[in-house]
């Protein structure tokens, strides 16, 4: 039998956007906040560029605003990117008040202003950076400061299984009122009572074979909401990041897009440029058209890999901003100040997710969504870099206020039924839950990648019908364990994918189709919405 928990608030996630909004309503609410793996585990603790925000004098909002518009490929919410980028340097300053020590110039006489850099899509230098690994600045300031708040009690090894909504008298489901959760170090289901409970739980990139993101990335706040009754967003849109190292020991080594924007070079084998064959920018062109040209060369040339190559600047420059990647791709035998990188396109971030407002709500009322995982209109078709951690933390300050100033008006939660497990028995088969993983990340990687067709999306759907049948039986019968809570959420963000997929008809930033290789701007100007049965 698990433990009962009462909080004012449940946070389930512990990255940028989750740790943020505990802190912010820490001060008036007793919030519990649930973290899969360790604290600091999460897609946060491995961002390398950094966040952006108007600091420059020379750069202005209207101009920020504008590239990421055109990034998105025309379906950005033009109201929600306003409100993001104007938001930004107040949520820059927070983190700077928190502690987060951020890289400076070294020029004399400006000591004391941000070091910025630039990257993919950016027309200015706008991305406030802690040399090349900014997410581990962020994450640690802000986990240090939730485990010295009284108010926040943080569960650890707790992995969220399902949301709990309220029962009406007339057995229509209302607001939500808890989350049940494994415990994964006493193997056993605690139920967590709560006014509120927001999900923060990052993107779904694990759903693909080869990707940046740590294991934790299963797409359990994104399925969890989709049970739940909330609309998801534009989950067609994955992005692959262009850059990561390829070495066979070297899982989910990402080479930062600030390596380009410092000056580094795409090359082929035979030390050739290829990137100004695919656009005007080079280099420093969106993601999208980076990840898809490395692409279409490796398959051309039948290649397993291109090259990132910035020998050509000075080894005290190369190492002073990029040590964390120096010291990595030392240990698997490159030296990135003598020599080019092996790199290749793989799985980063998810674009769509849960639908939000600009306060974080989302269908279901007392529920929010902040992050990765929620759907909020900033990216549109394609997200511009270093707009994700951005993205968090204004998202989180709003929703923490919303938060605070709704709190007192809403009840306490009803009583609710423990977890039952009676009738289930432990799996005499656990191999068909690792079979079955990847089954899942291999047919998603083959067939809904960075390149699609309608009928490889087809294939897929047939695939994932299946094991979306074999896992909900497998999921009645037996208890649950880490992984095939994972499985079955990975198993149905990939369906929410796939389907999104085949119901645009065009190709626009991350969705890419061969069969539909042109945009339409006349019938699918809009995104993307999925809104479960009733």
């Known amino acids: 039998m698990g433990t009962i928990h009462d909080y004012d608030v449940i946070v389930i996630g512990s990255g940028a956007a989750g740790l943020d909004l505990a802190l912010g309503i820490s001060r008036g609410a007793k919030v519990a906040l649930l973290s899969k793996g360790a604290l600091q585990e999460s ?10 925000a108007v600091l420059d004098h020379k750069d202005s909002m209207e101009s920020h605003i504008a590239d990421t518009m055109d ?36 020029e004399k006489g400006h000591e004391d202003e941000y070091h910025l850099t630039r990257e993919g899509g950016h027309s200015r230098r706008r991305v406030v950076h802690a ?122 080594k990402l080479i930062t897009e600030a390596v380009r924007g410092e000056g580094g070079s795409l090359l082929l084998p035979d030390g050739s440029h290829f990137m ?53 791709c030392m240990e698997f ?63 989180a300050d709003s929703a923490a206020a919303d938060i605070l100033h709704r709190l007192e008006s809403i009840p306490p939660p009803p009583e609710i039924s ?16 690792s079979h079955n993983w990847h089954e899942l990340r291999r047919f998603m990687w083959d067939y809904v990648g960075i390149v699609r067709t309608t009928k490889r999306l087809e294939r897929a759907k047939r695939r994932v019908d299946l094991l979306l049948t074999e896992i909900a039986e497998y999921y009645e019968n037996f208890r649950v364990t880490s992984d095939l809570l994972e499985l079955r959420n990975l198993a149905v963000v990939a369906d929410l994918i796939i389907r999104s997929a085949l119901s645009r008809k065009e190709s626009r930033g991350l969705h890419y189709t061969l069969d539909h290789p042109g945009r339409d701007d006349v019938a699918s100007v809009g995104p993307t919405i999925l809104t479960p049965e009733a």
Request: net charge negative.
């Open 131 to 252: 040399a090349d690994a900014t997410g581990q600045e962020v994450e640690s300031t802000l986990a240090d400061a939730a485990r010295s708040t009284p108010n926040i009690d943080i569960f650890e090894l707790h992995n969220a299984i399902d949301l709990i909504r309220e029962k009406r008298p007339d057995k229509t489901l209302g607001r939500c009122i808890g989350v049940y959760a494994f415990d994964c170090a006493r193997e056993r289901v605690d139920l967590f009572r709560a006014r509120i409970v927001v999900l923060a739980t990052g993107g779904a990139s694990k759903v693909y074979l080869y990707t940046s993101n740590p294991d934790i990335c299963t797409g359990d706040g994104i399925a969890m909401a989709w049970r739940a009754g909330c609309r998801v967003g534009n989950l067609e849109f994955s992005q692959f990041h262009p850059t990561c190292l390829y070495h066979p020991r070297a899982k989910s």
């Open 43 to 52: 897609s946060t603790f491995y961002a390398q560029g950094g966040i952006a």
């Open 71 to 106: 990034a998105g490929a025309g379906l950005c919410d033009p109201d929600v990117v306003r409100f993001v980028v104007e938001n930004a340097p107040d949520a820059i300053r927070g983190l700077v008040e928190l502690g987060a020590d951020f890289s400076r110039r070294e």
């Open 333 to 395: 035998g490159f030296d990135m100040t003598k020599e080019p990188l092996p790199v290749v396109p793989a799985a980063h971030y998810t674009c769509g997710g849960v639908c939000i407002d600009t306060k974080g709500r989302t269908d279901v009322e007392n529920l929010y969504a902040v992050g990765e995982v929620a759907y909020t209109g900033l990216h549109g078709a394609n997200r511009m870099a270093s707009n994700s951690l951005l993205e968090c933390l204004v998202f």
């Open 418 to 433: 423990s977890w039952d497990e009676s009738w289930v028995i432990d799996s005499d088969e656990i191999v068909v839950v």
């Open 276 to 328: 100004d064959r695919f656009d005007e920018r080079g280099e420093l062109a969106p993601r999208d058209i980076v990840a898809r040209a490395i692409d279409h060369e490796m398959k051309r040339l039948g290649i397993d890999c291109v090259y990132l190559d910035i020998s050509s600047k000075p080894a005290d420059f190369v190492i002073s901003h990029f040590p964390t990647i120096y010291r990595k």
